[in-house]
């Protein structure tokens, strides 16, 4: 799309000459052909340093962005970038590409259906009601249980098992708002790729990046019912048991276990061989290497020793209060 | 059914002329050919006011009721209701009625289910393995994703999304007991209206209505595995983050937000712009405007005080030890 | 399998006569054609007592089994147990086997899968997109709703519902972990057994037992979203409110009640008629006919009060300070 006819959609002003916007991207990640947006001072330095055809920022940080760069005016950069990404979202389905290619020794039972453009290493079995978008790739040794959906653009690695009803790809949950209180969805064109040797439970659900991949990397192991958001990172042979829920953009490290209804927000990391017991929440950053519990977070042991004195606690104000 | 009929299957005694009963309702909304039921003294104003045909209550409460409408006498109206219910569920696959209405440009894939009498509206798109029920109303530019269902009678707006997984519509989590223990359901017959722009993420669950409408209004955005449960109404413009979970008749405003694996008690009223943080559990009515946290619930700076404090305490008290 | 190919699978020595072993099983359910393993000597009397034809133990228990059976050697023999449960786990989609029983008066809509030696009861609806294995048991007058998954060998009893998208079966979350953190699947042959008169909500999952069943007894009533795990037993008329979690090989007495969100660690049980307030989160047995709450789960007037004088302790101490 023009850069013109995105500023007409946006009814905003562009500086610089016209050029064609082939896709959307992250500050640090867009190309020459692509079209990133600046919310915030906080992000100068990721500005200064971008790569990006165009950008979309506030007039205020016009000076900050490469001189070669072409400038859309807004107010609310996040907000008209939410308006944009609609324009650059890929068809849901595919009506042109080719047939999806099946390795050797493949089971595909009656009544999945496989997208264009799609590979299936060999060896995989993919069960009834099984959905497989576009351009998704899957390795060998698989199996995809029934009622199973994957989103276009996804990878599976080797020997990776989804469990029945798991929904790997779909759409992160972000918005921009308007002044209003009105929401704006913001089109996620990035993936989810789960390497090899990856297990992932019955009705789970996984969401594909914004840009990039949401990523679960080898050997990890995902119970039932768990959600992981859009740009989560999850270290190899990490354990999530069931019903845990990370948010966005959270970076989880290696062997790093996850109690049940643990929780975590999001932007921040866990280091490797953390063991969050169960309904742990994690509000920050935190190091390796140790057990924690609660919510809000502490250490197992100071979580276990707060609880006994807040019990004798109370039991001396009573004898007081007798 | 006739009352004399509905009064036998129940061994039970009814006062006044036998009539035909065409559906059960609650008290303020039951008409002249409904039938409904009143446990409690509790509900004295609404059974003086009732225009329900005939009603299901305790020997004690029969004066209380208008006169003119028939009784059935049962020492546990709630269970002769529970009972009652199923002989008026409606069938869960229609044999009879026209086939759905598809308005023109939409996509509907192999392998998609449209019961009897169900319209699409244009532009919409129904994916692979989607079960759409009887009398559903879809309405323009939506897209329902693989492997949802939708149960009968069922409304959804216009630009709705509803992802993978998604279940709309199952029966209310509803029983009535008898003095063994024994759990009799109660057959919902509402529905679940979605108004318009409204999405709801992958693996979410929103209840039916035991009469009347389970209600999403319009621009409100769902994440993954939330679990609305009957006869909630959530207001414009809410964001319901991943894994929350709404007790049964829980009112909540416009742009309200909950932070993931938040949850709230059922009858109680959230009011408009409220924030309830991450693992937040509700308890009882909240007024807007507000950033709630904790369980029990705090407001949010309280609860940040709170934990400040107990941390505090513990430290001295562990002093005073020394 | 011959012993002899398992002993050279898992690169180890085996003490005894070389013999078939027909399947794998836990050590007080094994029998002569078995494999069972002991790993601590916390199970030392049931080692002793076990009627398993071969055994999985370290060299330091080999004088504690019984002297007829053989000995596989394992440092690690958890490990080699998960090893050697892949070479047993029966095929996923059975090619040999008769077409399904279907009583008289079904209805099974059309994309339904039904596989081999499965046995459905009168009256029972099958809907669209549900699947349903091998040797599955459906009794009478069931309704097992859209795209619903009913995995391998499990037996559902007489006028059950499975609401949307719930899956039965699903693998047990078991892994056993080498000393680089690598884990390994351990094979789950057991069932999931769901006596008569159950209701099970949308999207809920309930794992297969490792060996033997995870048992859901009669008139029991299961609400959305919520995640059994293997080997847990429910007892009858018990009720689970949504997103509740239980942890594997919990037992649950009779009409216990679990409130929304409420969960359990694995290996304890809950006494008959126990109730557990919402987000309640049990994490040892407790005594039946009691109302519990909290994390640590207290009783629940134990928990009030711990909150109303928490509340009190901290405006004194800020008066103090004041």
Chains 1, 2, 3 share one sequence.
Request: proline fraction near 2%; charge should be neutral; include cysteine.
């Amino acid at each position: 799309m023009l850069l013109s006819k995105i500023a007409n959609i946006l009814g905003a002003e562009f500086f610089g000459e016209d050029r064609e916007i082939l896709s959307l991207n992250a500050l640090d990640l867009a190309k020459e052909s692509e079209l990133s947006f600046c919310e915030s001072e906080k992000h100068t330095k990721r500005l200064q340093s971008t790569k990006a055809g165009a950008l979309i920022l506030d007039k205020n940080m016009l000076d900050l962005a490469p001189k070669d760069c072409v400038k859309i005016v807004s107010k609310t950069p996040y907000l008209s970038f939410a308006i944009i990404s609609k324009y650059f979202a890929k068809p849901l389905i595919s009506k042109e590409g080719k047939d999806p290619i099946i390795a050797e020794n493949c089971q595909i039972m009656e009544r999945a259906y496989i997208g264009k453009d799609t590979k299936i290493g060999k060896n995989s079995t993919i069960m009834s009601g099984v959905y497989i978008g576009d351009r998704v790739e899957i390795g060998e040794d698989c199996v995809i249980y029934p009622n199973t959906t994957i989103y276009n653009d996804c990878k599976i690695g080797n020997r990776c098992s989804l469990h029945a009803g798991a929904v790997i790809g779909g759409d992160g949950f972000g918005y921009a708002h308007d002044s209003s209180g009105r929401h704006y969805k913001i089109y996620h064109s990035g993936n989810v790729v789960i390497e090899d040797d990856v297990e992932i439970g019955a009705n789970s659900t996984i969401d594909r990046a914004l840009f990039a991949s949401t990523i679960i990397k080898e050997g990890t192991k995902i119970d039932n019912l768990v959600m992981i958001a859009h740009n989560c990172e999850i270290g190899q042979n990490s354990i999530l048991a069931a019903q845990v829920g990370l948010s966005g953009s959270t970076v989880v490290g290696r062997n790093v276990v996850f109690g049940g209804q643990a929780g975590s927000v999001g932007h921040i990391k866990i280091g490797d061989f953390a063991t969050i017991a169960a309904r742990g929440g994690v509000s920050k950053s935190i190091s390796g290497g140790k057990v924690y519990a609660g919510f809000p977070l502490l250490e197992h042991r100071e979580w276990l020793k707060m609880h006994s004195k807040i019990a004798r606690l109370i039991k001396q104000k009573q004898k007081q209060e007798v």
